[in-house]
């Protein structure tokens, strides 16, 4: 379960790959669903509006629930299975972090990348895959594991 940054929204991910969007403006409304082609894998709330990045297998659609489905963002092109995902404090950037211990960036305005694919980690995989954030100075990306932090 995650809150949406404006406020509004409370989003939850079924085990069944679905989301479920419900408005705190109309309560007792029924809630607005999400369901791709393929099951949502991850999900992350923009800090700064109401946009939701969701990710499948290798697929990331940024996209406001009240607004038009038209004016979703997609990001293609990650090689690897989606583990995780995180807004920027900003709500501009989104990192994608992958089962391939990989994180990038990408616009979440664009659906660009912006820069190289990074290697999180030599060797061995992270057990569970690396989750990543962003520290609320603008400064850092962190990525940890079940096994630590990076």
């Known amino acids: 379960m995650q809150a949406s940054g404006d406020g509004r929204s409370v989003v939850l991910l079924g085990s069944n790959g679905v989301a479920r ?3 705190g403006l109309a309560p007792g409304a029924m ?3 999400l369901a ?3 099951p949502i894998r ?3 709330c923009s800090p700064g509006d109401a946009r939701v990045a969701v990710a499948t297998r ?3 659609h940024v996209w406001d629930p009240w607004a038009d489905a038209a004016s979703a963002v997609l990001i293609r092109g ?5 583990h ?3 807004f920027h404090p900003s709500a501009d950037i989104l990192a994608v972090s992958t089962e391939a211990d990989t994180v990038r ?4 305005r664009t659906g660009l990348p912006l820069g190289p694919t990074w290697m999180l980690r030599d060797g061995q995989p992270a057990e569970g895959g690396f989750r990543v954030a962003f520290t609320h100075d603008d400064r850092w990306l962190v990525g940890w594991s079940r096994s630590g932090v990076l």
Do not use: K
Not at 78 to 82: F, K, L, S, W
Not at 105 to 108: I, K, R, V
């Open 21 to 23: 969007f419900h408005d």
């Open 31 to 33: 809630p607005r669903t």
């Open 36 to 38: 791709l082609l393929q």
């Open 42 to 44: 991850t999900l992350a």
């Open 58 to 60: 290798i697929d990331v």
């Open 78 to 82: 990650v090689t690897h299975p989606i």
């Open 84 to 86: 995780h995902l995180a």
């Open 105 to 108: 960036l990408y616009s979440a």
